[in-house]
């Protein structure tokens, strides 16, 4: 099983309860507001790490159907299901996921997911791929913050006590530079439209601090 995965899958049944609290775990309310308050399109709507759905909420509340979730843990699509029964979830990593056959998207979202992904330029060229032309993807990723005690390192584990339920020895996360984004961003093809700063958690006293990326195809 991938590290993603198994650390998820211990995860699952207690995700929405330990972030529901305001200021527990940002991103997928984050990604919401910005759908909410503004006129992209969402015809077909992908979720890149679905999780439990929380970010698909206020499309689902607005009627939207045509929602495609994929994710790398089984028992956190599990939850997924029974919240929304009505949309097509796919088990597996993005990165290694043909979703061909149910592109193009409108809108792509992912929060809270492209800091786990290594081969970060890979996964933003996929997207760009399944997009629509005039399409929009949203997401989210944590920056590399010079002097911080958390965000300072460009890779660490993301559960460092061993005695944690939720360790796993093999799962990191991945930080970038604001400006690598953007290059990253720019050299597949898109165009930044939105770049907001956020507090996203806490973490050993420390405000973990995210971005999210508005892009459109042209």
Same mark, same amino acid.
């Given at each position: 099983?991938?590290?993603?995965?198994?650390?998820?899958?211990?995860?699952?049944?207690?995700?929405?309860?330990?972030?529901?609290?305001?200021?527990?775990?940002?991103?997928?309310?984050?990604?919401?507001?910005?759908?909410?308050?503004?006129?992209?399109?969402?015809?077909?709507?992908?979720?890149?790490?679905?999780?439990?759905?929380? !970010?698909?909420?206020? =499309?689902?509340?607005?009627? %939207?159907?045509? /929602?495609? #979730?994929?994710?790398?843990? +089984?028992?956190?699509? !599990?939850?997924?299901? =029974?919240?929304?029964?009505? %949309?097509?979830? /796919?088990? #597996?990593?993005?990165?290694? +996921?043909?979703?061909?056959?149910?592109?193009?998207?409108?809108?792509?979202?992912?929060?809270?997911?492209?800091?786990?992904?290594?081969?970060?330029?890979?996964?933003?060229?996929?997207?760009?791929?399944?997009?629509?032309?005039?399409?929009?993807?949203?997401?989210?990723?944590?920056?590399?913050?010079?002097?911080?005690?958390?965000?300072?390192?460009?890779?660490?584990?993301?559960?460092?006590?061993?005695?944690?339920?939720?360790?796993?020895?093999?799962?990191?996360?991945?930080?970038?530079?604001?400006?690598?984004?953007?290059?990253?961003?720019?050299?597949?093809?898109?165009?930044?439209?939105?770049?907001?700063?956020?507090?996203?958690?806490?973490?050993?006293?420390?405000?973990?601090?995210?971005?999210?990326?508005?892009?459109?195809?042209?």
């Amino acid at each position: 099983m991938h590290p993603n995965a198994k650390y998820y899958d211990k995860l699952a049944s207690v995700y929405d309860r330990a972030t529901e609290a305001p200021g527990a775990w940002e991103p997928p309310n984050f990604i919401a507001s910005i759908i909410k308050s503004s006129n992209i399109a969402k015809g077909a709507v992908l979720d890149v790490g679905i999780g439990t759905g929380r !970010a698909v909420s206020t =499309l689902y509340e607005d009627g %939207i159907r045509n /929602i495609v #979730g994929v994710d790398c843990s +089984t028992k956190m699509l !599990a939850e997924c299901r =029974l919240k929304y029964p009505d %949309i097509t979830l /796919i088990e #597996g990593r993005f990165e290694e +996921t043909d979703l061909t056959g149910l592109a193009p998207f409108d809108l792509i979202i992912s929060s809270g997911v492209f800091e786990f992904i290594e081969d970060l330029p890979s996964a933003l060229r996929k997207t760009m791929l399944l997009l629509k032309e005039g399409g929009v993807i949203l997401f989210t990723y944590e920056p590399i913050i010079v002097g911080h005690e958390v965000q300072r390192e460009d890779k660490s584990l993301v559960v460092t006590n061993e005695t944690s339920d939720f360790f796993v020895p093999d799962f990191f996360t991945y930080r970038y530079h604001p400006s690598t984004i953007t290059d990253y961003v720019h050299s597949v093809g898109l165009t930044i439209q939105l770049d907001k700063e956020f507090v996203s958690y806490r973490k050993l006293g420390n405000l973990i601090v995210y971005h999210c990326i508005q892009a459109k195809k042209f």
